[in-house]
């Protein structure tokens, strides 16, 4: 028997591809689907609409494919109401559980639509106390009542706004090709008005930033209130500090660009020393760490979550060295986030993709143009991408925020 659903769609969904993906979804997912109504937009201001009929011989897999489609902003035309059935065991949702986009979401619980707290994908949404929220599998216990199914549940697009100007021409193919001076003053503009807002801007930083001399740059973002909190591994924290305290970066002198005599020691020389110490802030409070990036952070009451891997040395110990607690760190650091800003960090800057809602606006730069398109290849649809050298880009972004910057020295 054909079990079958109606959905619709507006928006610019055909001079950006959505409604060709949207089919291609629906077939992909062992679907069949019949456009019932297309009314095209006549200018290129117009939105268009279209609804859909849905079909599938097995009902489970309609109700994913409708969740499938909603990452396109594909909503039920009659989304009824939201099923909640209690999970059975610790750490493992209901079988037909939603799983969640990033996008704004609303569930109708007993004929009232209600807002998702903190929109992350790959989760499931916990209904308690007249409130809705994502919840990681992780997390879930046993009987916490669970949305089940796509009934009662709707996505809404987040809409570029006319304050961020020029900005949207970012969104656009990922090249090296760009002018990156428009790039980097529209990146500075977009902070200006977050920081004028009230809110935070959040970096997720590799190494690299160590490596390729750009961490004074960055020094003097934090200190000049650019940076409010930092996610990164054990490894940009150890080479900021190495660089710090001897002046290399895994053992290659930062200055001359060369390597030196037990230079090789030198980044577990600075975990030693800062373990010795208990912890990043109290290593500056002591005296001992008296630079860089970590020390400006811990100086301006700047927050930073630290998430290690298994291939770390030492770590630090402000490293979580459990991922699962790592991320609850990091999801306890995005209240009040307006901007994500991701360098240099292909496994860090997924991680943060993946809990941060779609209504923030998320930049990826680096050299490699992987990634920077592995953000939207994993799901992070709202991810602009530049391509260009790390400390280059440090460098001017620098002397557009910090006035002070460009005359230094």
Known sequence: MQHTEIVEIRGHIMDTGVLARVLDDVLEYDGNYTIVQLD???????????????????????????????????????????????????????????????LDTRVRVDGRWLTVQQPEMDCGLLVRDGTVRTIPVSDVRAGDPIVCGASGVRVVLSEPTEEAGGFGFMS???????????????????????????????????????????????????????????????????????????????????????????????????????????????????????????????????????????????????????????????RAQLGGVGFCIVVATMLHGIATGNILPAAIPLVCVDINPATVTKLADRGSAHATGIVTDIGLFFEQLARELVPSYGHAG
């Not at 489609?69 to 939603?98: C, K, M, S």
């Not at 934090?222 to 940076?227: E, I, P, S």
């Not at 390597?259 to 109290?282: M, Q």
């Not at 979580?320 to 990091?330: H, L, P, S």
């Open 40 to 102: 095209l937009g006549r200018h290129h201001h117009d939105e268009s609409y279209a609804r859909i009929e849905i079909g599938a011989e097995d009902s489970t897999v309609l109700q994913r494919i409708v969740m499938r489609l909603q990452i396109h902003g594909v909503n039920l035309v009659d989304p009824g109401i939201a099923t909640v059935r209690p999970a059975e065991r610790d750490g493992v949702f209901p079988d037909d559980f939603y799983s969640t986009t990033n």
């Open 172 to 330: 656009s193919e990922v090249s090296s090709e760009k002018p990156q001076a428009l790039q980097v003053h529209l990146i500075a503009e977009q902070m200006r008005q977050v920081r004028q807002a009230g809110r935070r801007i959040l970096w997720v930083g590799g190494p690299a930033i160590v490596h390729t001399g750009a961490a004074p740059a960055m020094t003097a973002l934090v200190r000049a209130g650019y940076v409010d909190v930092l996610f990164a591994g054990n490894a940009l924290a150890t080479h900021d500090i190495e660089s710090a305290l001897f002046g290399t970066s895994l053992g290659m002198d930062l200055a001359g660009g060369r390597g030196v005599p037990h230079g090789h020691e030198h980044h577990i020389r600075a975990i030693n020393t800062i373990r010795r110490c208990g912890s990043i802030a109290v290593a500056v409070k002591d005296g001992v760490l008296t630079g860089g990036i970590m020390h400006a952070l811990v100086e301006t009451g700047k927050d930073f979550v630290l998430v290690g891997s298994v291939r770390d040395d030492g770590p630090l110990p402000d490293v979580y060295t459990d991922v699962i607690e790592g991320q609850r760190a990091m």
